[in-house]
Nanobody, 129 residues
Framework: QLQFVESGGGLVQPGGSLRLSCAAS????????IGWFRQAPGKEREGVSC????????NYADSVKGRFTISRDNAKNTVYLQMNSLKPEDTGVYYC??????????????????????WGRGTQVTVSS
């Protein structure tokens, strides 16, 4: 059973940084693409960034390009999201999830959160002065 535990969220001022971690278990980690998604109050869950099984392909939402960096350590079954130059509109609960799919690009996966079946509890990110 796929399990994800997100951590690293918190309260940060605009312009600040956070590093989120996603610890995965219950499956063969390097068989799965992993995505970070977020949900703001009153809004639908949206894709933030996704990374392929080997880490060679990544995708970012336009709103975070140049500010966020996704990476993975398959030896540790962990995916990271480094978030810099944070803005108030980055506020939300951040989730990670995995998908085993060798036919679909990470760009398409990131646009379809409903394709991911197992979700962690998320970690809250609040950007506010």
């Amino acid at each position: 059973q796929l399990q994800f535990v997100e951590s690293g969220g918190g309260l940060v001022q605009p312009g600040g940084s956070l590093r989120l971690s996603c610890a995965a278990s219950g499956f063969t980690f390097d068989y799965y693409a992993i995505g970070w998604f977020r949900q703001a109050p009153g809004k639908e869950r949206e894709g933030v960034s996704c990374i392929s099984r080997g880490g060679g392909n990544t995708n970012y939402a336009d709103s975070v390009k140049g500010r966020f960096t996704i990476s993975r350590d398959n030896a540790k079954n962990t995916v990271y999201l480094q978030m810099n130059s944070l803005k108030p509109e980055d506020t939300g609960v951040y989730y990670c999830a995995g998908r085993q799919d060798i036919f679909t690009t990470v760009q398409v996966m990131c646009s379809n959160p409903d394709w991911f079946g197992s979700w962690g509890r998320g970690t809250q990110v609040t950007v506010s002065s």
